[in-house]
């Protein structure tokens, strides 16, 4: 069997996965409404009629939302954590969530996805833009 006779039966398998997650889209309710997601998507200029696809922004916004929950109870955890040892006593177990502690969480996010965005080609295709929108400017000017 050759390399292209194995990409192709690769790229087949990845598409019917793709098509099986996207089918069961259609039976799943995320916790995000659709109509809150299509109302942010049309105010950011994007509009489509696939409830896939809205279901999809949906699910991946649940998850970055639950992911940022979890980091910033992780600090609320460690917080909590110096404070009884500071005070050698611990009466309540309940976690109090700050906004020290969200912002932290926040705070962490904002520096992996900007450090995998200036760490990717992402960065060169700006600089690229960059420089043509430059030159389109110079030329439309003369």
């Known amino acids: 069997m050759n390399q292209n006779q194995q990409s192709s039966e690769g ?6 996965a793709l098509s099986d997650f996207l089918a069961s889209l259609m039976d799943y309710t995320p916790t995000i409404p659709d109509e809150l997601v299509e109302h942010y998507l049309a105010k950011s ?10 279901r999809l ?16 109870l992780q600090h609320c955890k460690s917080r909590q954590t110096s404070i009884i040892k500071d005070k ?6 309940r976690s109090i969530l700050t906004m020290e502690d969200l912002s932290k969480a926040l705070r962490e996010v904002r520096s992996i996805v900007l450090q995998g965005v200036l760490t990717s080609s992402f960065k060169k295709d700006v600089i690229r833009l960059k420089s043509e929108l430059c030159i ?3 030329r439309s000017h003369r």
């Open 136 to 138: 389109f400017n110079f």
């Open 11 to 16: 790229r087949h398998d990845d598409d019917a």
């Open 45 to 54: 200029g994007f509009q489509c009629p696939d409830v896939r696809l809205i």
């Open 88 to 93: 050698k006593q611990q009466k309540d177990k």
């Open 57 to 72: 922004v949906a699910v991946a916004t649940q998850k970055f939302i639950a992911e940022v929950a979890n980091d910033a």
